[in-house]
């Protein structure tokens, strides 16, 4: 087997050792494609933290070693107390119409377009070569996080506090390939989407009838699709951070998120958005903080409360120990003073944003999300909680670029990247709707 | 309960999905050029010389000896362009040691202690060592004192 294809196959270790989590009985009520996507996105978050945690110890890196702990604590999770007596039954099925049917088949169609993007090298990203890639590449070669390389002083671009999932999962793929592959890791985009695509129409479907559920799904698969192509997305965090943020917002907006085991699956999809990328740790800390407060009367608060929020302190509090231990950082950098803002650019920031998002296909992927929001009858007051994580990013977005006297071609660069968690959020507020007979 | 799926909102979630859908398949390139493997991960990047430096970097990965030292200047000398390809090469040269002629679009100087120097761009009319490689990208010299 080629190394490329060897690099790719061996990322099936994430949805091996996911997958005994996602057996359990708790987690019965979403069909196997869901589960199997859910698989890949919390087995991605396990084998993740135990490299960290391998990493923390000063113990060298072996890929069996790693997914079958990774595999092991997938079920020791299920000792928890992860089901629940008051757990709603799954809803009833009926037989899909065709017009119902349209949508699973647009978003298979939107996956398979974006994995002919990127093997036609159309929607790799240039951070792939001068970030992601060599510090994964070094990593693999030292077998951890080598701080040696980090500490280069002319690799202060490489950002050594950056979250390590993605660096760690893709050093994890070199070591079982015996190399990077520049090629195989494009091919991440069109995988994480493929899992975004199984998992997100059952997630969904707990909040909201089946046609509006795969609907919603087709139009965030389709959007994201569009959107890897438009601002070269592949090789990246973003389907990474898509992956982790649409799955955690759909199930806290679900009718699983009531449970002890659809907690512990957001807590656990809230950790990957942490280890991924920095704005993921506000996305989570204020997921957890809406959650908690919207859904107050339908939960036991200190539970939830620690199955959404440990596994995230776990997996980020191990990165920063691994940084304070090693002298490496002791937390995030910043770009600046924490205060000290060029409020005299917010006019500027926000046309050079919208400008971006203009240019990231006249801005169409967030309009369609908004134009179903403004047309869905009767919203719920859970639409509350992925409009106002919306806002939350938008504002720790801009409130970033403001830390520049100038941040113009940052922006231009940047901004139809990070901004496009947004649409799923959109599309998300859109089915929380009051569920309608006839 | 039963199963609505019409209405405004169902036909801009469907209707909105199939058009980008569309639009991303109207963007792809020829389905013959889709099936041949692209030379590079970089081949159809908006960064036009981002596919030319990687194949000159995979050709000098093969030419340079590991461990050695190596900087990448461009022709003409260039600070934002070398701070590129400094970067560049630190993840397509792992087994060398980079040496980046720029940084933060400041010359650094530091190709004067480099053993290999990779000219990116035209052959240099002073050449600056002996040539041990010659791409249409670019040509990748051992210098005679480093």
């Known amino acids: 087997m080629r190394p490329g294809h060897l690099w790719l196959v061996s990322l099936a270790c994430c949805p091996l050792a996911g997958w005994p989590l996602l057996a359990h009985a708790g987690y019965k009520r979403f069909s196997r494609p869901c589960r199997a996507g859910l698989a890949a996105a919390v087995g991605s978050v396990l084998v993740s933290g135990w490299m960290t945690f391998f990493a923390l110890a000063g113990i060298a890196w072996r890929p069996a070693a790693i997914v079958v702990l990774a595999g092991l604590t997938a079920f020791l999770l299920r000792f928890l107390p992860l089901e629940d007596s008051s757990e709603p039954a799954a809803p009833p ?5 065709r017009a119902e049917r349209l949508a699973p088949g647009v978003a298979v169609i939107s996956v398979i377009a974006a994995f002919a993007a990127t093997a036609s090298a159309a929607a790799t990203s240039p951070d792939l070569l001068f970030f992601w890639g060599p510090k994964a590449q070094a990593f693999a070669a030292a077998r951890t996080v080598d701080t040696s390389f980090l500490r280069e002083p002319f690799l202060e671009y490489m950002h050594a506090s950056y979250p390590p999932l993605v660096t ?3 050093a994890f793929a070199s070591i079982a390939a015996g190399r990077f592959a520049w090629g195989a890791a494009t091919f991440v985009f069109p995988l994480c989407l493929a899992a975004l695509a199984s998992a997100l129409p059952g997630l969904l479907r707990t909040a909201t009838p089946r046609g509006t559920a795969w609907a919603a799904s087709a139009l965030v698969v ?5 959107l890897g192509n438009e601002v070269d997305v592949a090789g990246n965090g973003e389907p990474w951070l898509w992956l982790f943020e649409t799955l955690a917002t759909a199930l806290l907006v679900g009718g699983a998120a009531t449970t002890g085991a659809g ?10 958005a942490v280890s991924t990328k920095v704005e993921g740790l506000p996305f989570a800390v204020a997921a957890a903080i ?4 919207i859904r107050r009367r339908e939960l036991r608060i200190g539970r939830a409360a620690g199955f959404l929020l440990l596994p995230g302190v776990v997996s980020l509090g191990a990165w920063f120990a691994f940084g304070a231990s090693r002298r490496l950082f002791y937390g995030y950098e910043q770009y600046g003073s924490f205060l000290d803002i060029h409020w005299n650019e917010l006019a500027r920031v926000l046309s050079s944003i919208a400008s971006a998002l203009w240019s990231a296909g006249w801005t169409l992927p967030w309009l369609l999300p908004v134009a179903a929001l403004l047309a869905a009858p009767g919203k719920t007051r859970l639409a509350a909680l992925p409009l106002i994580l919306a806002a939350v990013l938008t504002g720790f977005f801009v409130f970033t670029y403001l830390h520049l006297p100038d941040s113009s071609r940052w922006i231009e660069w940047s901004a139809g990247r990070v901004f496009s968690p947004l649409l799923a959020l959109l599309a998300i507020a859109s089915v929380c709707v009051r569920q309608q007979s006839g | 309960m039963r199963i609505r799926s019409g209405g405004p909102q169902y036909f801009l979630l469907l209707g909105g ?3 980008l859908t569309i639009i991303s398949i109207a963007k792809l390139p020829p389905p013959a050029e889709i099936v041949k493997a692209p030379s590079t991960p970089f081949d159809r990047n908006p960064a036009t010389a981002a596919a030319s430096d990687y194949r000159l970097f995979q050709m000098a990965a093969a030419a340079i000896p590991a461990g050695a030292t190596v900087s990448p200047v461009s022709q003409p000398r260039n600070a934002v362009r070398e701070t590129s390809l400094g970067r560049e090469a630190v993840g397509l040269l792992p087994r060398c040691r980079v040496l980046p002629a720029a940084a933060w679009d400041t010359a650094t100087h530091l190709e004067d202690q480099a053993k290999f120097l990779i000219v990116a761009g035209p052959r240099p009319s002073n050449p600056p060592g002996d040539l041990i490689l010659e791409t249409p990208e670019g040509t990748v010299w051992r210098r005679r004192r480093p």
């Open chain 1, 93 to 97: 099925e009926f037989p899909a119409r």
């Open chain 1, 168 to 170: 760690n999962l893709y």
């Open chain 1, 222 to 226: 389709a959007a994201f699709g569009f």
């Open chain 1, 263 to 272: 907690q512990l699956l957001a807590g656990l999809l809230l950790a990957g």
């Open chain 1, 290 to 293: 809406l959650f908690l407060a």
């Open chain 2, 17 to 19: 999905a199939a058009a």
